[in-house]
């Protein structure tokens, strides 16, 4: 069975720093997915960046980008200069793209900003 | 970017009440749509894949008789928890899939359900 596991279920971090939160997986398949989610406090679940596992090159988006080291089965996200918004609860989140779109969970990480 | 909608936000029903939950795609056709159960402080936990025209697909452990998909049109789910129970209390979340080359799930805000 695929899990994803993320160790460290608190974060905290200063206002304007950098901050990294850890996500590691477990497959024996080569073609995948892998996802940040963002839940904020209003609870609605946010896409913040993807992974294909085909792609070598680390996916970023502005602030956002990921560590993603296919054969340690790891899958970091780096959050530079953390703003009061980024505080959430942060799940990471795999996908086979045989699995007919399935995501399966992190436990998530809760991220908090202090300012 | 795509919206999903989905309504109500927040139902306090009685014992022995059903509850149906609607999910709608706005923008978008959506052929596969998915309804999650979150506990407090913890992970979504899937509990069934929702496809346009066919049965529901459940995970293993949620009873199907008891949580009702119902997926009629390609931009409407919904869910339906039959005799509700407080051992039912909880927050559930609809997605659906944009298909296509990113193939990305997008999610409703979640409906906090409390039955007394």
């Known amino acids: 069975a695929q899990t994803v596991t993320q160790s460290q279920p608190e974060m905290s971090v200063q206002e304007a720093e950098t901050v990294t939160l850890s996500c590691t997986y477990d497959t024996s398949e080569s073609d995948y997915y892998l996802f940040w989610y963002k839940q904020p406090p209003s609870r609605q679940m946010i896409l913040v960046i993807r992974?294909?596992?085909?792609?070598?090159q680390n996916a970023t988006e502005n602030r956002f980008s990921v560590n993603f080291q296919k054969a340690a089965k790891s899958f970091s996200l780096k959050i530079s200069d953390s703003q009061l918004g980024d505080a959430a609860m942060y799940f990471c989140a795999y996908r086979l793209e045989t699995s007919g779109s399935r995501l399966t969970f992190g436990e998530g990480t809760q991220l908090t900003v202090n300012p | 970017g795509a919206v999903v909608s989905q309504h109500p936000s927040w139902v306090i029903c009685k014992s022995g009440t059903s509850v149906k939950i609607e999910c709608r795609s706005l923008?978008?056709?959506?052929?596969?749509m998915f309804w999650y159960r979150q506990f407090p402080k913890q992970s979504l936990m899937l509990m069934a894949t929702?496809?346009?025209?066919?049965?529901?697909?459940?995970e293993q452990g949620v009873e199907k008789d008891k949580f009702l998909i119902n997926h009629a049109s390609l931009t409407l789910s919904t869910l339906t928890v039959t005799s509700a129970h407080p051992e039912d209390s909880s927050f559930y979340i609809c997605?659906?899939?944009?298909?296509?080359?990113?193939?990305?799930?997008?999610f409703g805000a979640g409906t906090r359900l409390s039955v007394l």
């Open positions: 992974q294909e596992a085909y792609k070598q």
């Open positions: 997605s659906a899939r944009l298909a296509g080359v990113k193939n990305i799930q997008y």
């Open positions: 923008d978008f056709q959506a052929t596969t």
């Open positions: 929702s496809n346009e025209g066919s049965k529901a697909t459940y």
